[in-house]
């Protein structure tokens, strides 16, 4: 059984451009959730999905970041017009329900940096 | 405010000693997991202990929970040297899916 895989381990963008980070969950994990790693930092909750929506938002900021996950394919964390500030390890999570019994496993993350 | 928020130490202990860490939250949970990371890696998952458990064991590792103290200790046995790394309490607060994630604690083990 495979584990949470994001894609591309690394991304450098120059200001300005979209970055596009990708995250398979785990199988039978229909719940995904975005973090956030700044430098020298823990990691911030973004983005909250189930299949195709969007359950909790509140940890995007409010341009220029967006995320889904449609019925087929992987989740998407999109970025655009990207500052120097967006450079951060960004990791994805999946479970496979909610509630107290389940464990969020993470991929390997995807470490953007903005040139 | 941050919830799992860890004492801010760096641990440096010999290979065989015993490593403990300690974390605490602001708000009633579902449940509290510890993370263990390496320099530059992802997040492993080592252990979720439910709001109604007091105590857990998997391996080398003990995790307690004390809700009236909003409180939690992760408790390496017989360190090694590959148990080095940064090591996050997350919690999961009471009627919300996300995790709340402290700052972590960086733990070496010298062997």
């Known amino acids: 059984n495979a584990g949470v895989m994001q894609n591309p381990r690394h991304l450098v963008r120059r200001r300005g451009q979209e970055a596009r980070l990708r995250c398979s969950p785990m199988?039978?994990?229909?719940?995904v959730y975005w973090y956030r790693q700044l430098p020298e930092e823990g990691l911030k909750f973004m983005v909250y999905?189930?299949?195709?929506?969007?359950?909790?938002e509140s940890g995007m900021p409010k341009e220029r970041f967006s995320a889904e996950f449609p019925k087929e394919g992987p989740s998407i964390l999109r970025i655009q017009q990207v500052v120097r500030g967006d450079s951060a390890a960004y990791f994805c999570?999946?479970?496979?329900?909610?509630?107290?019994?389940?464990?969020?496993?993470f991929g390997p993350g995807t470490r953007l940096t903005v040139t | 405010s941050q919830q799992g928020e860890e004492d801010p130490q760096a641990l440096s202990i010999q290979e065989g000693e015993n490593a403990t860490m300690n974390c605490s939250y602001k708000?009633?949970?579902?449940?509290l997991q510890w993370y263990r990371q390496n320099s530059g890696r992802g997040l492993v998952h080592l252990i979720l202990?439910?709001?109604?458990?007091r105590e857990k064991h998997s391996g080398r590792l003990r995790v307690t929970l004390d809700t009236s103290k909003k409180s939690s200790s992760l408790l390496i046995t017989a360190s090694r040297a590959a148990d080095t790394a940064s090591y996050f309490c997350?919690?999961?607060?009471?009627?919300?899916?996300?995790?709340?994630f402290g700052k972590g604690n960086q733990v070496v083990v010298i062997p």
């Open positions: 997350a919690t999961v607060p009471y009627g919300n899916n996300r995790l709340a």
């Open positions: 999570a999946s479970s496979q329900g909610t509630g107290k019994d389940y464990e969020q496993y």
């Open positions: 202990i439910r709001s109604n458990e």
């Open positions: 708000t009633s949970i579902n449940n």
């Open positions: 199988k039978g994990h229909s719940h």
């Open positions: 999905l189930q299949k195709e929506n969007i359950i909790d």
